[in-house]
């Protein structure tokens, strides 16, 4: 069974500060990882997805990271803004059987 | 261009009522799944269906019964509504290459 673990479940920072959130996953069997933005109330927004095959991926300030053997995603954001302030998600999608999300990480960017 | 679209996308319902939410995809994907999402929670999979005709439970699936009519289009029933039932659920398709979400039905039981 999937399991996905997302560190910090919470965090604050300044505007400005560059920044990392860490997904964990036991099986890895998949054959992608994805990011996505949820901000309250509101549906997902995909941010970025990297192919089992690819290391990392980059748009505008994000970039996500996938080593598939030790099971772990790190998603950067640089020079974070307000704007940021978001829960983030990440979604390994399994080669066979059940999709398994992590709880997210609630990003607070203060101005 | 649609991707995943869900129906309705408000509900309220009496406790012992049922309804059937609704959900299509028009991106030819075999994949399709149910999700809730109450306040301050991840998400958790109610049921879903690796391909046409073929369904599976997930991690919450008591209460709720689901239908993969054909390739576009998985629904998911609850027979006799419970309070315990209020949440936002989400309807999500994949074929290897991601998630698409609807946009959500937010289902209030009083």
Known sequence: ?111 | NAGVTQTPKFQVLKTGQSMTLQCAQDMNHNSMYWYRQDPGMGLRLIYYSASEGTTDKGEVPNGYNVSRLNKREFSLRLESAAPSQTSVYFCASSTGRGYTFGSGTRLTVV
């Open chain 1, 1 to 111: 069974k999937q399991e996905v673990t997302q560190i910090p479940a919470a965090l604050s920072v300044p505007e400005g500060e560059n920044l990392v959130l860490n997904c964990s996953f036991t099986d890895s069997a998949i054959y992608n990882l994805q990011w996505f933005r949820q901000d309250p109330g509101k549906g997902l927004t995909s941010l970025l997805l990297i192919q089992s095959s690819q290391r990392e991926q980059t748009s505008g300030r994000l970039n996500a990271s996938l080593d598939k053997s030790s099971g772990r995603s790190t998603l950067y954001i640089a020079a974070s803004q307000p704007g940021d302030s978001a829960t983030y998600l990440c979604a390994p999608e399994p080669d066979a059987g059940k999709s398994t999300f992590g709880d997210g990480t609630t990003l607070t960017v203060k101005p």
